[in-house]
């Protein structure tokens, strides 16, 4: 009999472990849990890749919910990340046109974190089916990552060395396209501002009353004159998480602000916090009051990896786009009905033109099916979101993909995208996530080689210099959030 080629044996594994994505993916989006709780999501991974004959680490870096979950030995050890966190205020019924919460959850994956976690842990355990089938020599290590979406997961975990002796990482994301996602992510520096003033009555004796209000009031102005003076690239954004209480005849004698700065890179962001903290002692010096400010959480910069990009590109365009269904394509109608008309046209158009079919024959078929090829050119193009993928691509040379979850145009973090992912549309993509990434790890495994080019390559970029965003003194609990 003819032995078959590492393709085939990826794919006949992958046909043969669809459904439990699948199901993975089905469980995870029902848990919905938030950051750093995700107790039943981290669980139900762990407990699958033991099963699967994995050595499982529970609970790595100190955060309950992380774990590693190991197969193989020797090198390369390649690492894969899976997310398993949902956002609040996102609960939807699965595969419903409308706005509809589903019952006993008020969060939901509106990112598509449970498509990824089925997705990565379903990568995981093709790469361990080939290395059993093989013989052939490599580790590869399931990385459970807690808390991407409001707990910085994995910037912890990287300050606490859980990545160290990795020579490549893999990982996906949900999307409306599928492609080799090769842009810059701007680092994320987050600080609260607390300022102390003196209360008093706001009418009978103002004069003795010193503003924590006010203060904040002063710093937001400043703030925002500031932003006339930074880099372009730069977004500075903010929120109160204490106003001062809710009588205007007192003068407030706390408030408290949270601001998120981002830039391009991890040394702009603390020059821009270092000006917007001048904003804050001024403000206090006007007002007479005292402000205290804490760093309480950071993402750094994404780097892609050339090498890693091109390896995971290839695999995916040999793999093949998820194997969507006529249940999958009714789904994707029905949230494509609902658009506005000129939206649906455009999104249409669009589609029309990505996957080289007709106005007609997309509307019949609304998900996007081709494959977006790495392109090298957009490397150096900054996108103006954070991800805690950045502090990893710090450490080693990683690279991700996406793959289509929903309809073109569907913005992530919406209900329209919470039943979507949950419905067969996110397990097809995850089947077509996992098999691509397995693919890619197998390419490493033939040649080794690799490594040491996207070593050097991640080595001219950094330095060999990574700079944990999150002080010392900053922990997990301390930005935990319901």
Known sequence: MEQKNDLDLIRDHAKQRSDAIC????????????????FKSS?????????????????????????????????????????????PGLSQKKGVARKEAADGNTFGHGCGHCALGAGAAGAAVLVRDWLRDTGNSGTVVLFGTPAEETGYGKVFLA?????????????WHPS???SAMAGRCVGNLCARFDFEGISSHAALSPELGRSALDACELMNSGVNYLREHIISQARVHYAYLDAGGKAPNVVQSHASLLYFVRAPKNSQCREILSRVEDCAKGAALMTGTKVHMKIVGGLSDLIPNATAQQILSDAFLETGPADYDENDYATARAFLGILPDAQRREVIKQGASANHVSEEAFAERPLVTSITPFDRNLMNVSVPVSTDVGDVSYL???AQLSAATCIPGTAMHTWQHTAMVGSGIGGKAAVAAARAIAYACTKVYRNPSVCEKAKQELLAETGGIYQCPIPDDVTPADVITD
């Open 159 to 171: 300050r606490q060395h859980v990545f160290d002796g990795l020579d490549m990482l893999f990982t």
């Open 43 to 87: 669980r139900a991974l762990e407990e699958a890749l033991e099963k699967e004959g994995f050595t499982l680490e529970r609970g790595i870096g100190g955060i309950q919910t992380a774990f590693a979950a190991t197969y193989g030995s020797g090198r390369p050890v390649i690492g894969i990340t899976a997310e398993y966190d949902a956002l």
């Open 396 to 398: 080693v040379p990683q």
């Open 23 to 38: 199901a993975m993916n089905q469980k995870l989006w029902a848990f919905a849990e938030p950051g750093y709780k995700e």
């Open 176 to 178: 409306d396209r599928n």
